[in-house]
Structures are given as structure tokens and as C-alpha cells.
T-cell receptor, first 115, second 116 residues
């Protein structure tokens, strides 16, 4: 089945130690998104890629960066995790065609713990 | 600017009872509207969507929602709740209608509890 895959599902890192979260998709969608979701809150968009074009949200901290080496993969890098970065990180994809966007498909998420 | 309001952060129903989760939106253009469900420690799963056409949309797991432009609402319903419906539900509106990236604006979510 076509899907969005996130690895690992659970990640523990130390305060200040760089960490990378991975997302891959078999849907061949041209847009990929990264969200941060804290407990009992709605997902918050950090940034997205439309093909190779990177689009950062205005309030996303510089500590968060992303890479998309090809259509299938997208990475979230947290350069110096703080305790406040502990959250669920969700990857999503969508297809945009002819100027029209369609629904987003989400991966299972990576739960990040910062010790 | 587009926004979404979900009334009731917690809703509790008995098994077999009607489920009604409320969502109101604000949009300056015809909206695309979505309902997503999230089970504990899982990602979001699309329940249903409204883009154009029929205002009553049916989704997975017996859920449906009706787009009412005059009321700016998109409430989610299910005639008979199952224990497995216990989860968090998010209503969302699409930003950049017809645009290149289809960003979503989420409501704050409604946690549905189903009592035996």
C-alpha cells in the first residue's frame, strides 16, 4: 500500500545533541510537510517543500531545518534540541496539480523525547 | 484570514449514541474542509473532505459531515458510536485555496470519549 513512513517512531536525544528525523513516501506526492504537535494541541506547521522549493513558516525557530534530497525522502534536523522541543513530529504529503491542492496524508509520527 | 473553531474540547457519549462534533470555519474564499482523526501516538487519518459539489459528504468508519455555507459550519456526525471511535478529531480548512501548497489550518481538536 502507498503510504507515508516515519523513522524512528520514538527518538530519545540529549539536550543540545543534534537529531535527525526521517520521512519517506511511496505516494509520489510533490509536496511534503513537517508538523510539530505538542500534547493536546493541534499540529503546527514548521515548513514544507513544494518539489524542491523550501517554504519556511515565519515563526519556525532557526534550530529546525529540513532537507529533501529527492521526491521520496524528507528529513527534519534539529540542531540543538531543547526541552521545549519534545513533541510528536508529523510528516505529511499532498499532491498539487494544476494549481489545486488536495488532502494531506500523514505518517504515524515520531515521538521525540529530550533528556 | 481563514480559521477553524471546534466547540467542545472534550465530548463524551455512550456507546450506540449519536456522535456530533462541531466545527465552524471562517474563510474569505470557498473553503476546502477536512476532518481528521488521531488515535493515541498515531498520525492523523483523513476521515472525509469537502471540496465542491454535494454538501453532505460521507467518510470512513460511518462518519459523515454536512457543509452549510449559511452557517459556516462543517459538523461531523455518526449515528451510533463505537468504543473504537474514542480518539481526537481535528477539523481543518485549506489555506491557499487553489494555490500551490494547500496548507491546512487546524482547529484545536475535540477529544471523543465513548462510555460503555
Amino acid at each position: 500500500d502507498a503510504m507515508v513512513i516515519q523513522n524512528p517512531r520514538y527518538q530519545v536525544t540529549q539536550f543540545g545533541k543534534p537529531v535527525t528525523l526521517s520521512c519517506s513516501q511511496t505516494l509520489n506526492h510533490n509536496v511534503m510537510y513537517w508538523y510539530q504537535q505538542k500534547s493536546s494541541q493541534a499540529p503546527k506547521l514548521l515548513f514544507h517543500y513544494y518539489d524542491k522549493d523550501f517554504n519556511n513558516e515565519a515563526d519556525t525557530p532557526d534550530n529546525f531545518q529540513s532537507r529533501r534530497p529527492n521526491t521520496s525522502f524528507c528529513f527534519l534536523d534539529i540542531r540543538s534540541p531543547g526541552l521545549g522541543d519534545a513533541a510528536m513530529y508529523l510528516c505529511a504529503t499532498s499532491r498539487v496539480r494544476g494549481g489545486v491542492g488536495y488532502e494531506q496524508y500523514f505518517g504515524p509520527g515520531t515521538r521525540l523525547t529530550v533528556t | 484570514a481563514q480559521s477553524v473553531t471546534q466547540l467542545g474540547s472534550h465530548v463524551s457519549v455512550s456507546e450506540g449514541a449519536l456522535v456530533l462534533l462541531r466545527c465552524n470555519y471562517s474563510s474569505s474564499v470557498p473553503p476546502y474542509l477536512f476532518w481528521y482523526v488521531q488515535y493515541p501516538n498515531q498520525g492523523l487519518q483523513l476521515l472525509l473532505k469537502y471540496t465542491t459539489g454535494a454538501t453532505l459528504v460521507k467518510g470512513i468508519n460511518g462518519f459523515e459531515a454536512e457543509f452549510k455555507k449559511s452557517e459556516t459550519s462543517f459538523h461531523l456526525t455518526k449515528p451510533s458510536a463505537h468504543m473504537s471511535d474514542a480518539a481526537e478529531y481535528f477539523c481543518a480548512v485549506s489555506l491557499n485555496y487553489g494555490g500551490a501548497t494547500n496548507k491546512l489550518i487546524f482547529g484545536t481538536g475535540t477529544l471523543l470519549a465513548v462510555q460503555p
